[in-house]
């Protein structure tokens, strides 16, 4: 039995939509940082995952939850 390797696409999601990877050479940090510009509550959403689906290995942005106050 051969070993196969198969390389995994990057994906983030957020909100239920899928948003492209803007570069493999970024930490998960910094796309969090990039993608952070146009979803300002994600400066301070968790990171989950990664969830292999498929040939996707996709991180989700999950919003704080908290009380202001």
């Given at each position: 039995m051969?070993?196969q ?6 994906v ?7 948003m492209?990877?803007?570069g ?22 968790t990171?989950e ?14 919003r ?5 106050g």
């Open positions: 051969a070993i390797t198969q390389t995994l696409t990057r983030f999601s957020y909100n239920g939509a899928e492209a990877d803007p493999a050479h970024m930490s998960v940090e910094e796309v969090k940082e990039v993608y952070g510009a146009s979803f300002p509550e994600l400066v301070n959403a990171i995952g990664p969830e292999v689906k498929g040939d996707k290995a996709v991180y989700t942005f999950a704080a939850v908290g009380a202001k």
